[in-house]
Nanobody, 122 residues
């Protein structure tokens, strides 16, 4: 199983970025993809998750209304669309995979990508 994130970068406050998580060795139809982030000096926290198995998507409170998670099963790729970015969104963003269902717990996910840096700064 391999997860490869891309799309990070430097963006001004209020701007947008779209992160991609390309998966191989698993099919998104039978997997949940979680997005996490880790800021310097802080613990890794959940951002949200999508599960095609039960049709659920959830977001942590701080990103609701600004971030959108989606997936393209034909491309076996999940996305994290981030709008109205704030400096406090600066972090390394990771995608992670688990069988079928979402969870906010990191230990639920057995496969992780390498992470991509997102920096929100003027």
């Amino acid at each position: 199983v391999q997860l490869v994130e891309s799309g990070g970068g430097l963006v001004q406050p209020g701007g947008s970025l779209r992160l991609s998580c390309a998966a191989s060795g698993i099919t998104l139809d039978h997997s949940a993809i979680g997005w996490f982030r880790q800021a310097p000096g802080k613990e890794r926290e959940g951002v949200g998750c999508i599960s095609r198995s039960d049709g659920t998507t959830y977001y942590t409170e701080s990103v609701k209304g600004r971030f959108t998670i989606s997936s393209d099963n034909a491309k076996n790729t999940a996305y994290l669309q981030m709008d109205s970015l704030k400096p406090e969104d600066t972090a390394v963003y990771y995608c992670a995979a688990a069988p079928y269902y979402c969870s906010s717990f990191r230990n639920h996910y057995g496969h992780w990508g390498q992470g991509t840096q997102v920096t929100v700064s003027s």
